[in-house]
């Protein structure tokens, strides 16, 4: 019986190196070093001497990747000797020796071979291998602008060579670049353009380094949450594929973000694990670099004698690691600390001018702000006030250079947020002094910057002074509350016509869980008043008993919230008494991200108002359901103005581009009634739901923020619209900052779920009274007290609490204080 065979063809040496070559590009570094070990086996079987010295090269090279320096040098030392009949192969043999080096710590030897390789790739015309070259000898280049161009010009090679996993490669080295300069806010576009190509090729040895670095910045930007998903990404890409060097970087750098959580123990494991591999790998920066963030997570939590032994072991790791003055920066800031928290001051002072001078040669502004902020706070100690002063100015100044550095809004957004500390202390230093007006300068001139700088329309940094707040305060009758939440000490300002008075509040722990427990109070559908809540009058006599006096005769109160304040409607807090009230009972309310965006109201156009509505939209995702009573919200409201004043968009004509295309700046109100979708993490993708139009459904925050409106109110009646995410510094971010950034004077958003039966009531009340004498808080205001004395559920804060109203204008006293008193 005869049977079918077929006959089984062996690999060539070749078809073995260049499926090695593949895999090694796509990051499978295990099955490329298996590759390599067949193919030199079946070159020594075969006496094949063309590809034996590529096979032996390709080794090498990957295991370089895998920071396994040992196992590589043999292969180094012991090149075949075919590899010095091609220029081409001396040029791969010479860029090995300069890697070898480079992870041996011997920088200026790389250097020097990355150069001689450069000149043999030249001479060889071998434009793939130079752009490899070059994107090596480009990491180890001190000038930014020569690191660029080289970076640039292996981008061009891979470009013209069509090369897609070295033009990702230089596209990743770019962002690199940046952000080794802290340029995070330019390195993360082309990090990310290098990242979408490395999964089309796929790479995950270019996409592991990419999230990687990616997280990197978003951490300097505060963006932790995002940045921690990003670095646990990267770290199960380096495990996986061998990247041990790698693996080591991420795992510290979640420690990092533990770290700035004040997670202690997570933090010390994940430095511990990153220390283990940096030390069997042998890289003794990187050994240094966590004994350093060790030392930093001792002088947290005040161990001082755990911190003075890892931040010994952190100095003597810096001596043996060639190279190594940007780690050498962090030791002895970390030397400062312990030492001036020990009493040794002189020492202290002296660690610190040191980091400084080291920070300045290594461009690490990030280590000489703290060391600055170090500086002052042993000043303060030693009662040096004025030197204290002009340390904690220095570390200003370099954070405001550092802000306006940054090119992306989210960047600055977020900022601060990595950064509250400095600016708590600063302002609790000037506080202590009895510097109020200084120090509500300082606080104030750190807020809303952004909003302020596009409502300004300039570049720089906006200003805000003392005096001019209190002319405000002065001219319309206005009580301006500015509060400041911060560990140890919160404070508040009052600005009234008769100058800035300010006041000691409880640490922010103490204030966070009582507005906590009146936020679940509230969602509970518990009524404050009638239930005795303790959270609703505590909350009152710490935040407004001080401040109670100099607002009592006000026509309007402005107060600018902080942290968790930002989640806390004001009006809802019980003021005790022979009559238990709402303090909404006692005052028009309005909120200002910042006392710098305050201007005086200008008097209305003389043009009648007009209304722009758009709502009741389409289904477009099942997780938007259809609000029922979104008909009779926008009925009531649109019946109270003229046919020819109104524009009413709903069902299908409830479209994002559709706002846009209607001319919403020819408007003086525009109202949205429709689903919002809060995005904790990014909050400028925020966005309100609308019909399906063209594949999107989605006006996103980011969008409204690039509008040029004036209309005197925007309402945005859905849910949690003010914003989801309270950054330090910018504030809620939603849809009212996007819309007084956009132009409006006011903006009425939810800061919590709005109720669909509840809202038709209360608009139509707000326009009803807006109409009459244009005043937006006072009217917001009155709408409220509708609702609330209507009766039934509808008295509970729940309901007519959600909304409130973000301005940037204060508005004349006389009318406003006598519609405040006729609405008692």
Same mark, same amino acid.
């Given at each position: 019986?005869?049977g079918g ?10 078809a ?6 593949q895999?090694?590009?796509?990051g499978?570094l295990s ?5 390599t070990?067949?193919g ?13 010295p590529k096979?032996h090269?390709l080794?090498?090279?990957i295991?370089?990747?895998?920071n396994r ?7 180094i030392?012991?090149p ?13 043999l010479a860029?090995?020796?300069?890697? #070898? ?5 011997q ?6 071979l ?8 030249v ?7 130079l752009?490899r ?5 480009g990491?180890?280049?001190a000038?930014?602008d020569? +690191?660029?161009a ?16 070295l033009?990702a ?9 940046r952000?080794?300069r ?6 993360i576009?082309w #990090?990310e353009?290098a990242?979408?190509?490395?999964q089309?090729?796929p790479?995950?040895f270019?996409?592991?380094?990419c ?15 995002r940045?921690?998903?990003l670095?646990?990404?990267?770290e199960r890409?380096a495990?996986e594929? *061998?990247?041990? *060097?790698d693996q080591?970087r991420?795992?510290?750098?979640? *420690?990092?973000?533990y770290?700035?959580? @004040? ?9 511990l694990?990153?220390?283990d591999i940096?030390? !069997? ?12 963030n ?7 939590q ?7 032994e ?17 780690v ?8 400062g600390?312990i030492?001036?928290? $020990?009493? /040794?001051p002189s020492?202290?002072q ?5 980091a400084?001078?080291?920070a300045e040669?290594e461009?690490?502004p990030?280590v000489?702000?703290q060391a600055?902020s170090?500086?002052? +706070?042993?000043y ?8 204290a ?5 220095a +570390?200003m ?12 809004? %989210?960047s600055k957004?977020t900022?601060?947020?990595?950064l ?5 202390d ?6 202590r002094?009895?510097? @109020?007006e200084r ?9 809303? !910057?952004?909003l302020a700088?596009q ?11 003392a005096?001019?707040?209190v ?6 009758n ?10 140890? /000490?919160?404070?508040v300002w009052?600005?009234? =016509? ?11 722990s103490?204030?966070?869980t009582?507005v906590e427990?009146?936020?679940r ?12 809540s303790?959270?609703?009058?505590e ?9 109670e006096q #100099?607002?009592?005769s ?8 902080d942290g968790?304040?930002?989640a ?5 807090l019980?003021?005790?008494g ?10 028009? $309310? ?33 997780v938007?359901?259809p #609000?029922?009573?979104? @008909?009779?919200?926008?009925r009531t409201?649109?019946a ?5 004043d ?5 069902g ?8 846009? %295309?209607a ?6 109100a525009?109202?949205?009634?429709a ?6 993490e990014?909050?400028l ?5 609308l019909?399906p ?11 409204v923020?690039g ?5 005197? $109110?925007?309402?945005?009646?859905a ?5 989801a995410k309270?950054?330090?510094g910018e504030g809620?971010?939603?849809? +009212?900052w996007?819309?007084l950034?956009?132009g ?9 779920n ?9 608009m139509?009340e ?5 109409? =009459?004498?244009g005043?937006?808080?006072?009217a917001?205001r009155?709408?409220?007290l ?9 008295r @509970? ?8 109203i973000?301005t ?5 006293s006389?009318?406003?204080l006598a519609? !405040?008193?006729?609405?008692?």
């Open positions: 019986m005869l065979c077929s006959r089984f063809h062996a690999p060539s040496p070749e073995l190196y260049n499926t090695a070559e895999a090694r590009r796509q499978e099955t490329a070093l298996e590759r070990a067949q030199l086996k079946l070159c020594a079987r075969l006496h094949e001497a063309a590809w034996a096979l090269l080794r090498t090279e295991l370089l990747m895998q320096a040992s196992d590589a040098r043999p292969l030392e012991n075949p000797p075919g590899i010095q009949q091609c220029d081409e192969l001396k040029a791969r860029m090995d020796q300069a890697e #070898l080096r480079r992870q041996s710590g920088p200026d030897e790389a250097r020097k990355f150069t001689q390789a450069r000149d043999l790739a001479q060889a015309g071998a434009r793939g291998l752009a070259i070059e994107l090596k000898r990491e180890l280049l000038d930014f020569e +690191a660029d080289t970076f640039r010009r292996a981008l061009d090679i891979a470009r013209s060579q069509r090369d897609d996993y033009a490669g230089a596209q990743g080295d770019m962002g690199y670049i952000l080794a802290f340029r995070y806010d330019d390195a576009p #990090l353009a990242d979408r190509a490395a089309n090729i790479s995950k270019v996409h592991e380094k999230l990687g670095n990616l997280g990197w910045c978003y951490f300097r930007l505060g963006q932790l949450d940045a921690l998903d670095y646990a990404k990267a890409i495990a594929t *061998g990247l041990a *060097g080591q991420w795992l510290g750098n979640i *420690g990092s973000i770290l700035a959580r @004040k997670v202690f123990d997570q933090a010390v494991s994940y430095y694990r990153a220390h940096a030390q !069997r790998v042998g890289d003794r920066t990187y050994v240094a670099t966590w004994l350093n060790i030392t930093r997570v001792h002088i947290d005040a161990h001082w004698d755990e911190a003075e890892s931040g010994r072991r952190a100095l003597e790791a810096v001596e043996r690691a060639p190279d190594a003055k940007w050498e920066v962090y030791t002895r800031l970390n030397s600390f030492a001036a928290a $020990v009493s /040794r020492e202290a002296a660690d610190f001018r040191h400084i001078r080291l040669s461009h690490q990030n000489a702000w600055h170090g500086l002052a +706070a042993l303060q100690s030693q009662k040096h006030l004025a030197a002063g002009k340390e904690y100015a +570390a100044d370099l954070l405001d250079r550092e802000w306006l550095a940054l090119g992306r809004d %989210e957004i900022f601060r947020a990595y509250a500390s400095v600016y708590q600063y302002v609790d230093f000037l506080s002094q009895n510097q @109020k120090a509500l300068e300082v606080a104030e001139s750190s807020r809303a !910057r952004l700088q409502l300004e329309g300039g570049s720089g940094l906006p200003h805000f002074r005096t001019e707040a002319q405000l305060a002065r001219a319309t206005t009580a301006l509350l500015s509060y400041w939440l911060a560990p140890e /000490r919160s404070y009052a600005v009234t =016509a008769k100058g800035v008075s300010q006041f000691v509040l409880p640490g922010d103490r204030i966070n009582l427990q009146h936020r109070a509230i969602e509970g559908l518990q009524d404050p008043l009638s239930a005795g303790t959270a609703a009058r909350l009152y006599q710490t935040l407004m008993v001080p401040v #100099l607002v009592h006000a026509g309007q109160v402005i107060i600018v919230p968790s304040l930002h806390l409607n004001f009006e809802t019980v003021v005790d022979t009559r238990p009230h709402y303090w909404i009972e006692d005052a028009t $309310v309005a909120l200002a991200p910042s006392l710098a965006i305050l201007r005086a109201k200008r008097p209305m156009p003389a043009r009648g108002p007009r209304l722009l509505v758009v709502g009741d939209p389409l289904p477009a995702d099942p938007f359901p #609000l029922p009573h979104l @008909k009779a919200e926008i409201i649109a109270d103005f003229p046919v020819t109104r524009a009413v968009y709903t299908a004509q409830a479209y994002a581009e559709h706002f846009r %295309e001319g919403p700046g020819a408007f003086s525009i109202h949205f009634a689903h919002a979708s809060a995005n904790d990014s909050p993708n925020s966005a309100i739901i019909s139009h063209g594949g999107k459904y989605k006006l996103y925050v980011s969008d923020a509008l040029h409106l004036e209309p005197d $109110v925007v309402t945005i009646s849910c949690r619209s003010a914003g309270a950054y330090s809620l971010i939603g849809f +009212a996007a819309f950034e956009a409006a004077h006011n903006v009425v958003a939810g800061i919590w709005v109720d669909d039966a509840a809202a038709p009531l209360l139509q707000f326009y009803k009274g807006w109409r =009459a004498h005043n937006s808080a006072l917001l009155n709408a409220k509708k609702v609330m004395r209507s009766g039934g559920a509808f @509970k804060p729940y309901y007519w609490g959600p909304f409130e973000f940037r204008q204060a508005t004349r006389a009318m406003d519609w !405040r008193n006729n609405s008692r």
